[in-house]
């Protein structure tokens, strides 16, 4: 999977819906999409999974939380990526293992 297929992908599962590429009059470009329900759906950035340790946090929580059997899973997967302890595995490593843990990662 490329970046923005794990970031599409793992948005989806954090409740981000509408998620596409957004691009400035200068070229640059970034992914927007809405976050929950309501009257304040207004788009916004997507966050940055691949680069940034707390938003993979905040996908982390629902591995850890409510009893959730994909705790272990998860740490499998880290250690099939070569990572060999938690705290030391990237943004973009906790993100491959994540979504592999919940069979979303495609080749």
């Known amino acids: ?39 304040c759906n207004v788009s916004q950035t997507v966050p940055d999974y691949l680069n940034d340790l707390n938003a993979c946090h905040e996908f982390e929580k629902t591995l850890f939380s409510g009893g959730n059997k994909n705790v272990c899973p998860y740490i499998d997967e880290l250690h099939k990526i070569k990572v060999t302890w938690l705290l030391h595995a990237t943004a973009a490593q906790r993100c491959e293992a994540f979504l592999k843990t919940l069979n979303l990662w495609t080749s």
């Open 1 to 39: 999977m490329n970046e923005q297929e794990q970031r599409i992908a793992i948005a989806g599962v954090m409740g981000w819906s509408g998620v596409r590429r957004f691009t400035e009059y200068d070229g640059s470009s970034f992914l927007v999409g809405t976050l929950g329900a309501g009257d």
